[in-house]
């Protein structure tokens, strides 16, 4: 009865490098999500997946962040060549097709560049 | 555009006492869902209680409860009886499905049970 993984917990990048962070969602979840929350604040939602396509990517803040999820099961959220302002926790949640059922949180990945 | 409002930074409660963190939200929408999200040092966030727009009833989770006035677009989270364990992050979220299934968060109330 495994929950969300997340992996790396902790990433601490210097600026301008690459950095893939992994989501292991609820086997049998259709839906997967991407959230950053930076230090004292809300959750800034990123991308959604319904199945392996996002229909929504508009909350992704530039073109050096991207997202794919593969066999409706593992994603990676991908940020290139990264900035200080990308520091924050990266939470990735899972749930059923079906929208009212709840969010299933990881514990988040959490991102330092320096 | 949906948003979600909450007005209370932190708060703090004596234990065994009742509080009550506010939510409010704006939506042109006329279906959509309401949760209250805990999350606690351990950055693990859970959800507390979940409220259907088209229900009239308050949604009620042991010591949890909401009061959901649609029509002032409020959804207050009331915790009774508050524990140790209760001091978290509360984050207000509305979702909408014509929206694409995405979730809202407010800020965030910080709260702290006071033993």
């Known amino acids: 009865g495994a929950g969300v993984s997340q992996s790396p917990s902790n990433k601490v990048t210097e600026k301008g490098k690459d950095v893939e962070l992994r989501c292991d969602p609820i086997?049998?979840?259709?839906?997967l999500y991407w959230y950053r929350q930076r230090l004292g604040q809300g959750l800034e939602f990123l991308i959604y997946f319904q199945g392996n396509s996002a229909p929504d990517k508009s909350g992704l803040p530039s073109d050096r962040f991207s997202a794919e999820r593969t066999g409706e099961s593992v994603s990676t959220l991908t940020i290139q060549r990264t900035q200080q302002e990308d520091s924050a926790v990266y939470l990735c949640a899972s749930s059923y097709l079906f929208e009212h059922n709840e969010q299933f949180f990881g514990p988040g990945t959490r991102l330092t560049v320096l | 555009a949906q948003t979600v409002t909450q007005s209370q930074p932190e708060m703090s409660v004596q234990e065994a006492e009742t509080v009550t963190l506010s939510c409010t939200y704006d939506?042109?929408?006329?279906?959509?869902?309401l949760f209250w999200y805990k999350q606690p040092p351990s950055r693990q966030m859970i959800l507390v209680i979940r409220?259907?727009?088209?229900?009239?009833q308050n949604a009620t989770e042991n010591r949890f409860s909401v009061n959901f006035q649609k029509a002032a677009k409020s959804f207050s989270l009331k915790i009774s009886d508050s524990q140790l364990g209760d001091t978290a992050m509360y984050f207000c979220?509305?979702?909408?499905?014509?929206?694409?299934?995405?979730?809202?968060f407010g800020t965030g109330t910080s709260l702290t049970v006071i033993p």
């Open positions: 979220a509305f979702m909408t499905p014509n929206t694409g299934n995405q979730f809202y």
């Open positions: 939506t042109s929408e006329n279906n959509y869902y």
């Open positions: 086997s049998g979840h259709t839906a």
């Open positions: 409220q259907e727009a088209y229900k009239q």
